[in-house]
């Protein structure tokens, strides 16, 4: 059983920074990619940042050059600093991943960057 548990989020002013956490329990973190999602009021939610076994990384074109997103196998975790935040990077951000075939989400963690 994969359980995933996200912190970092918070209140940040615009231009500032955050860095998110998601702390992996279970036994194949090392074989599968990992993915940040977010979900912004009233939308659906969206891939963020992707980021492979092997430390391969893909981004949402509105957050490249900003975000980052990085794994530390020895811990089970995953990350992303988010750097230059804008008001519409607001939203509910999950972490995600697809190991043997099943679906496994975090409870979620709120960013809110205000003007």
């Known amino acids: 059983q994969v359980q995933l548990v996200e912190s970092g989020g918070g209140l940040v002013q615009a231009g500032g920074s955050l860095r998110l956490s998601c702390e992996y329990s279970?036994?194949?973190?090392?074989?599968?990619?990992m993915t940040w999602h977010r979900q912004a009021p009233g939308k659906q939610r969206a891939l963020v940042a992707r980021?492979?076994?092997?430390?391969?990384?893909l981004y949402a074109d509105s957050v490249k050059g900003r975000f980052t997103i990085s794994r530390d196998n020895s811990r089970g975790t995953v990350y992303l600093q988010m750097n230059s935040l804008k008001p519409e990077d607001t939203g509910v951000y999950y972490c995600?991943?697809?190991?043997?075939?099943?679906?496994?989400w975090g409870q979620g963690t709120q960013v809110t960057v205000s003007i």
């Open positions: 995600h991943v697809d190991s043997s075939g099943a679906d496994y």
């Open positions: 279970g036994s194949t973190f090392n074989d599968d990619a």
């Open positions: 980021i492979s076994s092997s430390g391969i990384t």
